[in-house]
């Protein structure tokens, strides 16, 4: 089906270990983004992806790494899960058109990561 | 820095009325501002974009309105419906760089029949 799908839904993990989150977006959509949500926050960035091979850190990348090889793809690793990267983690996509960025993002429905 | 204010109490009305939501910002002004609705344990979902030029911008029942002087938006919602009752997110941006995205906290509206 068309759209943003992101894995595990829910993972629970211990500290120390590593996760990765998946992204898959079948639109083609130039930009990826990763966000956490925490209760008392707004949405933030972690990292975001304007294209294939180009990546940037956002507001919280600490402790987070992300690569883009393929234009559908954007995982997010945790490489040394802390208690305090306990959070819903959302990826979206948006398009651009004619060289100008949209704005509207589209989101995938969230992981659900807890780290005991 | 730059804010995002929205209404942190919980919006309650009676179905077929107009809900009013309000989103102020502090500082510059954005270059468009945009709201979202998320559902409990689902992603947030685009709704509507207002840029700076523009005074309202409507979408079937939705209608957002921008006021630069005031710092402030509205978001309104005609004839409401318990199927509304979600969480709405308000979002300041900054012209062609949605990586620079502010998000408020989002008001939640609940719509009883």
């Known amino acids: 089906d068309a759209g943003i799908t992101q894995s595990p839904r829910y993972k629970i993990t211990e500290t120390g270990r590593q996760v990765t989150l998946m992204c898959h977006q079948t639109?083609?959509?130039?930009?990826m983004f990763w966000y956490r949500q925490d209760l008392g926050h707004g949405l933030r960035l972690i990292y975001y992806?304007?294209?294939?091979?180009?990546?940037d850190k956002g507001e919280v990348p600490d402790g987070y790494v992300v690569s883009r090889s393929k234009t559908e793809n954007f995982p997010l690793t945790l490489e040394s899960a802390t208690r305090s990267q306990t959070s819903v983690y959302f990826c979206?996509?948006?398009?651009?058109?004619?060289?100008?960025?949209?704005?509207?993002?589209?989101f995938g429905e969230g992981s659900r990561l807890t780290v005991l | 820095s730059q804010k995002i204010e929205q209404n942190s109490e919980a919006l309650n009305i009676q179905e077929g009325k107009t809900a009013t939501l309000t989103c102020n910002y502090t500082?510059?002004?954005?270059?468009?501002l945009q709201w979202y609705r998320q559902d409990p344990g689902r992603g947030p979902v685009f709704l509507l974009l207002?840029?700076?030029n523009e005074k309202e911008k409507r979408k079937e029942r939705l209608k957002v309105t921008f006021d630069t002087t005031l710092k402030q938006s509205l978001f309104h919602i005609t004839a409401s419906q318990p199927a509304d009752s979600a969480t709405y997110l308000c979002?300041?941006?900054?012209?062609?760089?949605?990586?620079?995205?502010?998000w408020g906290l989002g008001t939640s509206l609940a719509v009883n029949p």
């Open positions: 979002v300041w941006g900054y012209a062609g760089n949605n990586r620079k995205l502010i």
């Open positions: 207002i840029r700076e």
């Open positions: 992806s304007a294209a294939a091979d180009i990546t």
């Open positions: 639109w083609s959509h130039s930009y």
């Open positions: 979206a996509s948006s398009p651009q058109t004619g060289g100008v960025n949209t704005g509207e993002l589209f």
């Open positions: 500082n510059y002004s954005p270059a468009y």
